[in-house]
């Protein structure tokens, strides 16, 4: 601890600037770095602050001091950038669920079947962004993203078990193996994401949350479907 001490007592006689070459290659060089960076030919340096108890007073207090400081909310700035991100996703998804609409009407040619099919999507995303809601108290762009794998799941389902409760032409035991492949895959991607559930990782326990309740649910509302058609 002697050494630590006529270190800072030589330091405070005969101060040296730092340079760029002097931590280059150093273990101090990613703590430097992400503190401090040059842009445009000028030097910004980032500093954390916590127990803040007044931001409107260290607004002012920046605004009058004549430094170029800007004060970053670090928290209201990621919370805008997840909301845009939230309604980009959103409108995607709708985009994407009409083209898959229009798609399918051309390929199935049946409309009846193509309500029946985007009706049980439709109640399967609905219920999975209900009781995640509920389970995880908030939905965030994760569970957006597992709305999306949902939303592709779901349309396999339906798509495929109604194929097997509508075919007239197909034999029985090509039918119940139709079924067997649905229920193994079901059975495979729930049993993944009910493992995930479990992870010590919020983000990772979420997203296997939200997958799992949307399997479940479009799972068994296309085969009730099935039952009562």
């Not at 703590?31 to 127990?51: H, K, M, N, T």
């Not at 049980?120 to 908030?138: D, E, P």
Request: aromatic share 10%; hydrophobic share 50%; charged share 10%.
């Amino acid at each position: 601890f002697q050494l630590f001490v006529d270190h800072l007592e030589f330091m405070r006689l005969e101060p040296e600037y730092v340079t760029e070459a002097d931590y280059l290659g150093t273990p101090f060089q990613d703590i430097i770095e992400s503190r401090l960076y040059q842009r445009d030919g000028d030097w910004y340096s980032v500093s954390l602050l916590a127990g803040l108890s007044s931001e409107t007073g260290l607004q002012q207090a920046l605004a009058t001091s004549g430094f170029d400081a800007l004060l970053v909310d670090l928290k209201a700035a990621s919370g805008s950038l997840l909301a845009t991100y939230r309604q980009q996703v959103l409108k995607m998804l709708g985009w994407a669920l009409l083209v898959i609409a229009g798609l399918l009407f051309i390929e199935l040619g049946a409309a009846q079947r193509l309500v029946w099919i985007a009706g049980t999507l439709a109640a399967s995303v609905t219920f999975t962004l209900g009781l995640t809601g509920i389970v995880l108290g908030s939905l965030n762009v994760f569970n957006l993203v597992a709305v999306v794998l949902i939303a592709g799941l779901g349309l396999d389902y339906a798509l495929f078990l109604s194929h097997t409760g509508s075919s007239k032409s197909t034999g029985n035991d090509s039918v119940l193996s139709s079924r067997h492949a649905i229920s193994a895959s079901f059975l495979s991607t729930a049993a993944g994401f009910c493992a995930l559930s479990f992870s010590s990782v919020p983000m990772l326990s979420g997203l296997g949350v939200t997958v799992l309740i949307g399997v479940l649910a479009a799972y068994f509302i296309a085969r009730i479907g099935i039952s009562d058609s």
